[in-house]
């Protein structure tokens, strides 16, 4: 359900430049763009002859992320939501609707307020300076992806959850299996069950060696309070380890490009180092992390829902897409445009909005924040190797992130 596409879409994927008319990879395409203005709640066919219903203005999606007659649950029966978590007999926290949903969401709130992640921000400062120190000291020219955007929040996560960092390069290579394109689903479910038998490992090894961690945490709650079970545990641990760098890396990555990619405004942020929070607001606005431009979360109504003036049927697979809604113009004012003074750039839903509102909000933003202003300080001269639509990108996964983004200085 995540590729849509209506049957007369001019969608202009991949490359180009504004002076072109195309889009970066790395944003959506205004061509696009217009066709969601015209109807922000349209009737669509999937690419693989379903019908759904795409919502595309900020009100719209707004409300269909807040609205409990719009559930994940009722996806999910519809078969517009396939998990990793199917390889279990129960769903994870973001295929679950209240109670359900908010027991579990419950469980995270200590480790992820905003509290305790204002707290960390010393210790991601201290893992960001370092990166950045090994890339100086190896010289440019040097590979921001690699070098910062993956790494920098992959140690994060880990620390959060207590995974050992050593394994990095393990975990990931079994996420990469799943989203890579051509994997065939024997071997995606191959590399899924790889990564739950290790984060089962994981909560042995948190009951064996209690640390403080967020994963001693949950483990805590399964065993001396009965808050979830075993299952529960071990996806719930998968997701918050995946979802905690892959989408985290690959908004970083493509943050930098655009502030690369728009040397005014990246010369504004080196001229105020208290711009960065509101260069991180636009950053999120106006980059998407995902290839499909009409992609977004997935809801199905429970019963007849009116939205915008249009009468959507009860048992109907909506795609609320956030991205789209960043770039409305009744909220907006010319939202083509990549600006960082932007007045109402914080209103944007990349993180989503409503109950399944990303719980690591906030984490994202404090490493966005900390990479941008430190490696623009430390490296005053940087620059793009290569023409920023040069840039190449990863293809055939969901998450559309940077193979590589080389640079100089």
Same mark, same amino acid.
């Given at each position: ?30 061509q ?15 690419r693989?002859?379903?019908?759904a ?7 719209? @999606? ?10 994940? &649950? ?6 517009? @939501? ?27 709130a ?12 010393p ?54 299996? &799943? ?42 709650a ?11 545990? @071990? ?27 728009h ?47 249009t ?67 430390a ?31």
């Open positions: 359900m995540a590729e849509i596409q209506e049957t007369t879409w001019p969608y202009l994927a991949g490359k180009g430049n504004s002076e072109s008319g195309v889009a970066p990879g790395y944003t959506v395409p205004a696009v763009n217009e066709m969601w203005r015209e109807t922000p709640v349209r009737r669509i066919a999937t693989d002859g379903r019908d219903w795409l919502v595309t203005g900020m009100a719209q @999606v707004r409300a269909v992320l807040a609205d409990p007659r719009f559930g994940r &649950v009722e996806a999910r029966r519809l078969g517009a @939501v396939v998990s990793p978590a199917v390889i279990f007999t129960k769903p994870g926290i973001l295929d679950m609707d209240p109670p359900e949903h908010t027991r579990l969401r419950r469980l995270l200590g480790a992820f307020s905003a509290r305790r992640i204002r707290s960390l921000r210790r991601i400062q201290q893992i960001a300076d370092g990166l950045i120190e090994t890339m100086k000291e190896a010289g440019p020219p040097a590979d921001l992806a690699e070098g910062l955007s993956y790494p920098l929040p992959i140690a994060v996560i880990c620390e959060i959850l207590g995974v050992p960092y050593a394994d990095r390069e393990i975990f990931r290579a079994w996420a990469d299996r &799943v989203s890579a394109p051509g994997t065939q689903p024997e071997e995606a479910m191959s590399a899924l069950r790889s990564l739950f038998d290790y984060m089962g490992g994981l909560v042995e090894d948190k009951r064996a060696h209690p640390d403080g961690s967020l994963l001693h945490g949950l483990v805590t399964r065993d001396e309070q009965g808050r979830l079970d075993d299952e529960e545990l @071990v996806t719930l641990g998968c997701g918050l380890l995946l979802a905690g760098y892959e989408t985290t890396a690959t908004m970083l990555g493509k943050g930098l490009l655009a502030l690369l990619d040397p005014d405004q990246l010369a504004a942020v080196r001229a105020d180092p208290g711009s960065v929070p509101a260069a991180v607001s636009e950053v999120l606005r106006y980059v998407t992390p995902g290839v499909d431009p009409h992609a977004g979360l997935i809801r199905a109504t429970t019963t007849d829902v009116e939205l915008g003036g009468t959507i049927p009860a048992h109907s697979v909506v795609i609320a897409c956030n991205a789209a809604a960043n770039f409305d113009p009744a909220t907006f004012l010319d939202p083509d445009r990549f600006d960082i003074t932007r007045e109402r750039a914080a209103e944007h839903l990349a993180f989503g909005h409503g109950m399944h509102r990303c719980v690591g909000a906030q984490l994202a933003r404090i490493e966005l924040e900390v990479a941008f202003g430190t490696l623009f300080t490296i005053p001269g940087l620059r793009p190797a290569v023409p920023c639509d040069e840039i190449v990108y990863i293809e055939g996964t969901l998450i559309r992130g940077l193979r590589s983004l080389p640079v100089l200085w």
